[in-house]
């Protein structure tokens, strides 16, 4: 089991930033990969951005030169930087962790809302 916890969301004008939280109950060393995802109202959830455990990334488009995902193991949290905000990045963020034993498990958080005003 792993228990996720989000923070850093709230209410920015479009240009600026935020940093968005997610810390874990277990050690990030045994959790296979952690990510971001979004999903805005009508709308599919989509990934934002992901990290593996050995540290390689991968984004969407729409966040590539804008969004930076990052870890800190000693704090079991993962970040997510979002800067040069638009109204479209507006949604529910989502993080998840995937942990592969014998099967693959997937785990979310409860959410933190982003709102990007124009």
């Known amino acids: 089991q792993v228990q996720l916890v989000e923070s850093g969301g709230g209410l920015v004008q479009a240009g600026g930033s935020l940093r968005l939280s997610c810390a874990a109950s277990?050690?990030?060393?045994?959790?296979?990969?952690m990510g971001w995802y979004r999903q805005a109202p009508g709308k599919q959830r989509e990934l934002v951005a992901g990290i593996t455990s050995g540290g390689s990334t991968n984004y969407a488009d729409f966040g590539k030169g804008r969004f930076t995902i990052s870890r800190d193991n000693a704090k079991n949290t993962v970040y997510l930087q979002m800067n040069s905000l638009k109204p479209e990045d507006t949604a529910v963020y989502y993080c998840?962790?995937?942990?592969?034993?014998?099967?693959?498990?997937?785990?979310w958080g409860q959410g933190t809302q982003v709102t990007v005003s124009s």
């Open positions: 277990r050690s990030m060393v045994s959790i296979t990969a």
């Open positions: 998840n962790a995937v942990v592969t034993t014998d099967f693959r498990y997937n785990y």
